[in-house]
Nanobody, 124 residues
């Protein structure tokens, strides 16, 4: 199984980006999907997660109200719509397969599989 994030780029503060994460191979339906990010010199942190069982979504306080996670099961694709971007959102963003029971924690400990990241830079 491989995950590949895309859609990153350079955007001005207040702008928007939509990240996508496609996967190849088989993933058990009972795994959640999440987005994580890592800024230079900082630890990787959880951004958002979506449950596979009931579609519940979870967000870090820093992005709540600005980011929206979604998934298209027919296309096997995970999305992260990012609005009102701020310079502090600058990071490499990673999609991941997450243990269902740890989705709400947004903890990297719950990640079963990491995808390749995509760079998001918010700067004027």
């Amino acid at each position: 199984v491989q995950l590949q994030a895309s859609g990153g780029g350079l955007v001005q503060p207040g702008g928007s980006l939509r990240l996508s994460c496609a996967h190849s191979g088989f993933i058990l339906d009972d795994y959640a999907r999440g987005w994580f990010r890592q800024a230079p010199g900082k630890e990787r942190e959880g951004v958002s997660c979506i449950s596979s069982s009931d579609g519940s979504t979870y967000y870090s306080n820093s992005v709540k109200g600005r980011f929206t996670i979604s998934r298209d099961n027919a296309k096997d694709t995970l999305y992260l719509q990012m609005n009102n971007l701020k310079p502090e959102d600058t990071a490499v963003y990673y999609c991941a397969v997450v243990q269902a029971g740890l989705c709400s924690t947004l903890d990297t400990y719950g990640v079963e599989l990491w995808g390749k990241g995509t760079q998001v830079t918010v700067s004027s």
